[in-house]
């Protein structure tokens, strides 16, 4: 069983700052790629940020030079970092990783697992 632990999500003024971790827990061989999306009332869920395991991250144009995403390998942890925030920022935001994990004794297999959503509201 392995699962992701997300929390940070608030409410905040326009221009404001939130932090939003994500911590995976079980029992894991590997972490791959993690990533943050989002999601908004009546819109589709999209990419924020992406990250590898060698620490090369991307961003969304709507956020880049804004928002930071990080991650601490030792602690299987992903963290975004939300500056000069927008109204436009405001959805339930969510973590995922890419991970190996064991299926049983010996075997391994691979996972796309998500987080349960962390809400931002941006909003003054």
């Known amino acids: 069983q392995v699962q992701l632990v997300e929390s940070g999500g608030g409410l905040v003024q326009p221009g404001g700052s939130l932090r939003l971790s994500c911590a995976a827990s079980g029992i894991i061989v590997s972490i791959y790629d993690m990533a943050w999306y989002r999601q908004a009332p009546g819109k589709q869920r999209e990419l924020v940020a992406d990250?590898?395991?060698?620490?090369?991250?991307n961003y969304a144009d709507s956020v880049k030079g804004r928002f930071t995403i990080s991650r601490d390998n030792a602690k299987n942890t992903v963290y975004l970092q939300m500056n000069s925030l927008k109204p436009e920022d405001t959805a339930v935001y969510y973590c995922?990783?890419?991970?190996?994990?064991?299926?049983?004794?010996?075997?391994?297999?691979?996972?796309?697992?998500w987080g349960q959503g962390t809400l931002v509201t941006v909003s003054s």
């Open positions: 990250i590898s395991s060698s620490g090369s991250g």
């Open positions: 995922k990783a890419e991970a190996q994990v064991f299926t049983g004794a010996t075997t391994r297999g691979y996972l796309e697992v």
